[in-house]
């Protein structure tokens, strides 16, 4: 009777199903059918669309600037596909261009250039009679050698994306003073139009890779190589050494600079697979090409030697591919469309999607709202939490930190006079090449950051998504836009937020604006619930329209497997050694980088002496020199083994310890804190 009743419920539920698929069905059919004039005239519209003809219009638009001008605005509307970055130039600017929205029934595109400043937290409009035309899923890149913004390629379509045109065109940004240059390509031709590919820049060089082109009829995934010499404005493909491995083609891939050439990861592509036919029919029916999704895990080094300097004009460089071992850590699941930027070394991952099931119902996906870090030297993931600041101890006077008496003062007036001149010296480094302080600037800056409101703070990463926008700016991390699906709705984010990397103390919220009505069809949507009523288990499986964010630690697996790579069987994890077992000076728990530096500065300082003897006289250097190129390797290490040091710090919280001292600098300070770095320095 168990079995029977089994049964009959596993029938009824096949049953609800495929009554729910005919319904469906049905709803669409009779949607399509009340108007068949008007569709009729849209596919005839988008057929007949010539795409070029509205590109030149709006290039005849264009034209009515009469220059480069700026207007305080609000902040961008909302568009995915976008690009962001930080100014070359200085620490306080981000540049936002181009981007498209679809509300479900048409698409729009804008080629319009806005300009945040972090410390007025104001943004602005920039117009200009040459700019690139309107465009989404392009690329840009900041010089290397070259301080400017590079663009390439992109995407447009028509509204009710029917045709698309894939630009081929290259455009130089003068972050300064906001111009367009557009790069004409010389005889020899360049890259072909393109649009999800990746730019990375090496000393004089721009780098290009991947992509794809749709036709609307099919799409094709590219993988070609291209480099663009800033110094002789050339574009050429290198000549890769036979029968060497290279990447499969590919899009939405990370693109890495590196100081030997560039570094890649993961990738989306399609790819033919023969699938069986209906399993309805005996031995499964006739075989057919399917192109079945590709997320790819696979990471390779673009290693890039430059022409020696004694070599002729116009010599190229060598240019290979070489793959690397499988990261360690890797984000597990495997996800497509989780966006990664750049920031000293690392390459900074957010968000992403993974395809969980594919029925006839379609698939069921899963979003992340994560971040982690990736080492690129070491080749390992770290995951980044947010961390809530501790409670500051209370207050002591300098004499009392150092003992009390006469010699705690005397060592508190050292202190001071350390500090004052120390602040005298920065402030002279930071001024003019002559050493003079610029006392106007200094004052304008601090008068913005002081202007500047206070902004929200969230004790949560943003709403999981993927396709995000992010960018580094004073090792502050900004996540702009991206998107989530549920059913057929397709939700762009509206708000930017950002995320202090030294402290993680919270999610600070720059805007936010509820995303704009969709008009696409909801009909499934509204049928599922509906049924779902009727079905405790499907409803409890049922997920809001749009779940709150989640805070789950992230998951990471030391040899993840994925069947939708073919190559992941090939890898092994990498097993890089820890960074605080270089033999280098490292930082200790809770010890900021002022600190790390004032203390292991003299090390930094004869690790340089020591290599300079190799290189030339230890003389050609001056003292202002050797301290500034310490204190670049002394920052450089800090962020290196951050993540590693934040699993000592957590270990330490979580045993009660507040501070990390070490034995000498306690015996040194009498029995007094010694100089150990507490809540306060952890804050920095």
Known sequence: MVKKDKKSRVADKKARVAAK???????????????????????????EADLDAVLAEY???????????????????????????????????????????????????????????????????????????PRSGHSWTRGGNDRGIYIFGGEFSSPKQGTFYHYNDFWR???????????????KGGPPARSGHRLTYFKNYIILFGGFQDTSQQTKYLADLWLYNTDDYSWHQPVLPPASAKPDARSSFSFLPHEQGAVMYGGYS?????????????????????????????????????????????????????????????PAPT????????????????????????????????????????????????????????????????????GGGRRGRA????????????????????????????PEEAESEEEEKDAAPEKPVLWEMPHPRFNA??????????????????????????????????????????????????????????SDEEDDEDDEESDAESEPSIPAPTTNTPETTPNPTDDNDTSSTTDEPSTSPSSLDDGLPHPRPFEPLRAFFTRTNQLWQDILLTSLKYVHSPDHKTIKELRKDAFEMAEAKWWDCREEIRVLEDEAEEAGIGEVVSLEERSAGGGGAGGGVGAGARRR
């Not at 600017?93 to 929205?101: I, N, Q, V």
């Not at 699906?485 to 720059?510: H, N, P, Q, S, W």
């Open 21 to 47: 698929t005919e319904k469906k069905t049905a709803q669409k059919e009779k949607k399509s059918s009340k108007k068949p004039n008007k569709n009729a005239d849209d596919s005839d519209a988008e057929s």
């Open 59 to 133: 290039a005849k638009q264009q034209e009515a600037f009469l220059r480069v001008s700026e207007v305080v605005s609000q902040p961008p509307s909302a568009r995915a596909s976008a690009t962001l970055i930080g100014s070359p130039i200085n620490d306080n600017e981000l540049f936002l261009f181009g981007g498209e929205y679809f509300n479900g029934q048409h698409a729009r595109f804008w080629n319009d250039l806005f300009i945040y400043n972090v410390h007025r937290d104001e943004w602005k409009l920039v117009t200009s009679p040459n700019s690139p035309l």
């Open 173 to 187: 940004l003068e972050p300064s003073t906001r111009e367009w240059s557009k790069i004409e390509v010389s005889k």
């Open 270 to 330: 399609r790819v033919k697979t023969a699938a069986a036919g209906s399993k309805g029919s005996k031995g499964g029916g006739p075989q057919h090409a399917v192109l079945k999704p590709m997320v790819h895990q696979d990471t390779w080094f673009l290693r890039i030697t430059p022409p020696p300097a004694e070599s002729p004009p116009n010599t190229l460089p060598t240019v290979r591919w070489e793959r690397r071992k499988r990261p360690a850590n890797l």
């Open 335 to 402: 996800r497509a469309g989780a966006t990664m930027a750049y920031h000293r070394g690392r390459g900074l991952q957010f968000g992403g999607v993974h395809d969980v099931e594919e029925s006839e119902e379609g698939i069921d996906s899963e979003f992340f709202n994560t971040l982690f870090a990736l080492n690129i030297e070491r080749n390992r993931y770290f995951s980044l939490g947010l961390r809530r600041p501790r409670a500051a101890p209370k207050k002591q006077t300098q004499g009392e930190q150092r």
């Open 411 to 438: 060592k508190a007036d050292e202190e001071d006079l350390l500090r004052n001149l120390a602040a005298l010296e920065l402030k002279g480094a930071v001024g003019n090449e002559d050493g003079k302080a610029q």
């Open 469 to 526: 926008q992010l960018a580094v700016q004073d090792d502050v991390l900004y996540v702009y836009g991206g998107t989530y699906e549920k059913g057929d709705r397709e939700y762009t984010f509206d708000e930017m937020y950002a995320i202090d990397l030294g402290k993680l103390d919270g999610v600070k919220e720059i805007f936010r604006r509820e995303p704009e009505d969709w008009q696409g069809s909801d009909d499934e949507d509204d």
